[in-house]
């Protein structure tokens, strides 16, 4: 179809380059499309009633409770700038455990609720403190921006009850909550593109700003942001600060280095006292993960922890349980549509000298770590 129209409208040598670019400028795609061709997946949807996407899974009262975006087919069309997530509001899943009794808890917050946000309740996480659980969310405010905001609840599973306004100096996506050993809480977040953190490289929102990154392929990558939250866990204690991501030599991974630079999805972990930050490279699809010894970085890149999930986006959390390591993720095995994904999870270890064993999720691939 666009084909027809471009041929009607375009010489035929214009045509043969925009088809010569398309053919080879498309390594996302193509990873994409090769586990698209045979998806053999190991592991089940954790849900079928409800499509749920971008897990952050907690131990809360001895339950696992997984915050996850609620996917629904709003109708808009797909684009780079993630238009056709258009989700409106948040299910907690949980269940025991050892994986039994699943539950589909009821609304836990609507974006009519939230007096600042007017669309796309994007991927959300969760803390405890204070004897009070805490929601995170990204939602669009009314001026089409991305802010992060905080909802209070007595239980896990909310009801969730919104601040008024979104917390102060946020912005962009994909919050995640690390409460470190002390009782410290930090909350990482950014994602380029549709989450625009591209257009904040300079303090301030850059409404003309790039729909991408900044164009400049040798130039240091745009970095997750962080800064510590304030004991009440609403707004942040301090100014937001840049999380570099170095390689083994100290440079900072670099733009065009599209399988190591960060895309969305920041989430920590702890092991043997060191830091891991996880995080998904977006078009190529992968998650990576870098460590530090410090909360504030610098993380340097160690490898790629999942391979390409079937679908667009590939967006996960760790959870220890007793003395394993758990991963959950999500890919759109029930109904093969990028924006209609389903949760799932599998296990995974780290081995001895530190480094995270890569978690595979589908037999036969022959994805290379
Ligand atoms: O669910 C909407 C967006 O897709 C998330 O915020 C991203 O991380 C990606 O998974």
């Given at each position: 179809?666009?084909?027809?129209?471009?041929?009607?409208?375009?010489?035929?040598?214009?045509?043969?380059?925009?088809?010569?670019?398309?053919?080879?400028?498309?390594?996302?795609?193509q990873?994409?499309?090769?586990?698209?061709?045979?998806?053999?997946?190991?592991?089940?949807?954790?849900?079928?009633?409800?499509?749920?996407?971008?897990?952050?899974a907690?131990?809360?009262?001895?339950?696992?409770?997984?915050?996850?975006?609620?996917?629904?087919?709003?109708?808009?069309?797909?684009?780079?700038?993630?238009?056709?997530?258009?989700?409106?509001?948040?299910?907690?899943?949980?269940?025991?455990?050892?994986?039994?009794?699943?539950?589909?808890?009821?609304?836990?917050?609507?974006?009519?609720?939230?007096?600042?946000?007017?669309?796309?309740?994007?991927?959300?996480?969760?803390?405890?403190?204070?004897?009070?659980y805490?929601?995170?969310?990204?939602?669009?405010?009314?001026?089409?921006?991305?802010?992060?905001?905080?909802?209070?609840?007595?239980?896990?599973?909310?009801?969730?009850?919104?601040?008024?306004?979104?917390?102060?100096?946020?912005?962009?996506?994909?919050?995640?909550?690390?409460?470190?050993?002390?009782?410290?809480?930090?909350?990482?977040?950014?994602?380029?593109?549709?989450?625009?953190?591209?257009?904040?490289?300079?303090?301030?929102?850059?409404?003309?700003?790039?729909?991408?990154?900044?164009?400049?392929?040798?130039?240091?990558?745009?970095?997750?942001?962080?800064?510590?939250?304030?004991?009440?866990?609403?707004?942040?204690?301090?100014?937001?600060?840049?999380?570099?991501?170095?390689?083994?030599?100290?440079?900072?991974?670099?733009?065009?280095?599209?399988?190591?630079?960060?895309?969305?999805?920041?989430?920590?972990?702890?092991?043997?006292?060191?830091?891991?930050?996880?995080?998904?490279?977006?078009?190529?699809?992968?998650?990576?993960?870098?460590?530090?010894?410090n909360?504030?970085?610098?993380f340097?890149?160690?490898?790629?922890?999942?391979?390409?999930?079937?679908?667009?986006?590939?967006?996960?959390?760790?959870?220890?349980?007793?003395?394993?390591?758990?991963?959950?993720?999500?890919?759109?095995?029930?109904?093969?549509?990028?924006?209609?994904?389903?949760?799932?999870?599998?296990?995974?270890?780290?081995?001895?000298?530190?480094?995270?064993?890569?978690?595979k999720?589908?037999?036969?691939?022959d994805?290379?770590?």
């Amino acid at each position: 179809m666009p084909f027809k129209f471009i041929s009607t409208k375009i010489s035929l040598p214009i045509f043969i380059v925009f088809l010569f670019v398309s053919c080879t400028n498309n390594t996302g795609t193509q990873l994409q499309e090769k586990n698209n061709l045979n998806p053999d997946f190991k592991n089940s949807a954790l849900v079928s009633e409800i499509y749920t996407a971008d897990p952050s899974a907690h131990i809360f009262e001895n339950r696992i409770y997984i915050y996850a975006s609620h996917d629904i087919d709003s109708g808009g069309i797909e684009d780079d700038s993630g238009n056709h997530f258009n989700m409106i509001d948040y299910h907690v899943l949980s269940m025991n455990l050892d994986g039994s009794d699943v539950t589909i808890h009821p609304v836990a917050l609507s974006v009519d609720d939230v007096a600042w946000a007017e669309s796309k309740f994007w991927a959300p996480d969760a803390a405890f403190k204070n004897g009070k659980y805490y929601l995170y969310f990204p939602a669009k405010d009314k001026d089409n921006i991305f802010k992060l905001g905080v909802a209070v609840s007595d239980k896990p599973e909310g009801p969730f009850t919104p601040q008024p306004e979104p917390m102060k100096g946020s912005y962009s996506i994909d919050p995640a909550v690390f409460v470190d050993d002390d009782g410290s809480a930090y909350l990482y977040f950014g994602g380029i593109w549709g989450g625009q953190l591209q257009r904040w490289e300079n303090g301030f929102y850059d409404k003309n700003g790039s729909l991408k990154d900044l164009g400049v392929p040798d130039a240091a990558s745009i970095m997750p942001r962080m800064a510590k939250l304030t004991d009440d866990m609403l707004e942040f204690s301090e100014e937001v600060q840049t999380i570099d991501i170095i390689d083994e030599d100290g440079n900072p991974i670099l733009t065009k280095d599209l399988e190591r630079r960060f895309f969305e999805a920041p989430w920590i972990h702890k092991h043997k006292g060191v830091y891991y930050m996880s995080y998904s490279t977006g078009d190529t699809h992968l998650i990576a993960y870098a460590t530090s010894d410090n909360p504030y970085g610098p993380f340097v890149y160690q490898g790629t922890m999942h391979e390409p999930v079937q679908g667009w986006t590939n967006h996960h959390s760790t959870l220890k349980i007793a003395n394993q390591w758990y991963f959950f993720y999500h890919d759109t095995e029930l109904s093969g549509k990028t924006h209609l994904r389903n949760v799932k999870f599998t296990t995974f270890d780290h081995k001895s000298d530190g480094s995270i064993d890569p978690v595979k999720t589908y037999f036969g691939s022959d994805f290379r770590f």
